[in-house]
């Protein structure tokens, strides 16, 4: 059992580092990618993007929920090594998109026209190629819908090198497009729109064919659904609904709300805090991905004690991954947009800082909710939490109508979230029994110290010193070895210590 284990964490650690260099590559293709497209569009199209794109997003709600229910299926059988299921599975949930598809085409898309066309802020002579955008939009999303279970294969299998390659085609191709815009004679938004239909379209066409050739569930499906099955994970998503709804209510939700009350530039910024947010959430999301179906497997194979561990470690370092990048970004952040974008949008710093703050409250939250995923039962989790998650929509409309200002927004997001925090601690308890007092010594009380004593000798530096490219750098640097130091001798025990050493040893003896 210890051999299975560590096993399985040096499985992790291989597949969080392809997906870090994979990433790495990501990140710089993907800022340079954003600078170039808001250049080229302006600050208006570039908001008209993020908001129309924001509507079609709303109904994401479908696609997250069922592709979590999926994943979470395919990876329970994988962990009991069961085949045939593991088809049943497959087949049924692909049955399920091609039905949710139609369905979106009829029902969604026409309500999404007539919101465009009515409620949201958008200048005469650019409602054309607003929607334009939107049926490209819509035309991504029926192609992501239809892609949820092949995807989810990919993760529950862990091929996370498949995935490394395949997303970095997307960035290249992406970065391609930026540059071949500014000499694109056509309306530069609509031809964006069309490109970026295309390119999802390819991506998605990849890995439909690597499915296809290298799994058994993929490989010769039908499209066939199991009653129990579909009944089984009908349940599991339609719960799962909740979470997504408000999740996607407060995130898309707000950017609507912040177009109707403060108009499309401040969208642009709130695109540019999204941008600066999805980039740093990257290093973690490497390392949940690798990380999440070992959660599942464990809890399907009976190892409650490993699952645990998982869960704590999970947390902390998806913490502290993402504090070594957001520390130095949070104390120059008007230094970095002003190096990356040159004409900063008003508003965007400080919405950059408080979404990456906010951030972290659902980063510590995530292993949280894997593992209750991993057991299925999530209908009073999915009432709760989404119960106290709802409430910052209502309340965000409160202050916008009461006249405060955007940033407000995020104030009251930070807040439920946190709160959410110690919610869930209570809930997986019930389930799994996990003490909320081990959870908070060996997680919260850990990012705590880390985050505080990191956090004083470059805020220091950049308080006393003038803003400067040195300072930039200095902080940079002072910061990475600070949260080293720190994480190194009060973020983690003996044991994880002594795994880390063995690690770097090998790399270095290689």
Partial sequence: ????????????????????????????????????????????????????????????????????????????????????????????????????????????????????????????????????????????????????????????????KTFAYISLTEGILKLVIS????????????????????????????YVIYCKKHFFECKKFSLKYTPPLLKEIGSFAGWNFIGNGVWVLNNQGINILTNIFFGVKVNTARGIAVQVNNAVQ????????????????SYAMGEYSFMRTLMYRGAKYSYFLMFFFALPLCLETEQVLNIWLHKVPEYAVIFVRLTLIGAFCTVVADS??????????????????????LLDFPLTYLV?????????????????????????????????????????KQVLVKISYVSLLAAIVPFLFRYFMPQSLLRLLLVVLISSGSILLFVYFLGIDKSEKQFFISKIRTLLHK
């Avoid at 334009?132 to 862990?158: D, K, R, T, Y």
């Avoid at 390392?287 to 179906?293: E, G, I, R, V």
């Fill in 1 to 160: 059992m210890a051999l299975d284990n560590q096993l399985s964490g040096s499985k992790i650690a291989k597949n969080t580092l392809i997906l870090y260099g994979r990433m790495l590559l990501l990140l710089f293709i993907g800022l340079y990618t954003s600078r170039v497209i808001l250049k080229v569009l302006g600050e208006e199209d570039f908001g008209i993007y993020n908001v129309v794109a924001g509507v079609v997003s709303m109904f994401t709600i479908l696609t997250q929920s069922l592709s979590t229910a999926i994943s979470r299926f395919l990876t329970f059988e994988l962990g009991k090594n069961n085949t045939q299921k593991l088809k049943n599975i497959f087949s049924t949930a692909l049955c399920v998109q091609l039905v949710l598809v139609v369905g979106v085409i009829i029902i969604a898309e026409p309500i999404a026209v007539w919101f465009l066309n009515t409620h949201l802020h958008i200048p005469f002579e650019r409602l054309s190629a607003a929607n334009w955008v939107l049926q490209c939009v819509m035309g991504i999303f029926a192609i992501n819908l239809l892609s949820v279970p092949f995807n989810a294969a990919i993760i529950a299998h862990e091929r996370m």
């Fill in 179 to 206: 540059i071949l815009l500014a000499y694109s004679s056509f309306d530069k938004l609509k031809t964006y729109a069309v490109l970026m239909l295309c390119i999802d379209l390819c991506v998605k066409m990849m």
């Fill in 282 to 297: 990257q290093f973690v999301n490497n390392f949940t991905t690798a990380l999440n179906p070992q959660i599942t497997k």
């Fill in 368 to 389: 949280m909710v894997r593992v209750l995923y991993a057991t299925g039962k999530i209908k009073k989790y999915q009432i709760v939490v989404g119960s106290i998650g």
């Fill in 400 to 440: 916008f109508k009461m006249g405060c200002p955007p940033w407000s927004a995020y104030i009251i997001y930070i807040f439920i979230y946190f709160v959410l925090i110690f919610v869930r601690l209570f809930l997986i308890d019930k389930l799994v029994s996990v003490s909320p007092k081990e959870y908070i």
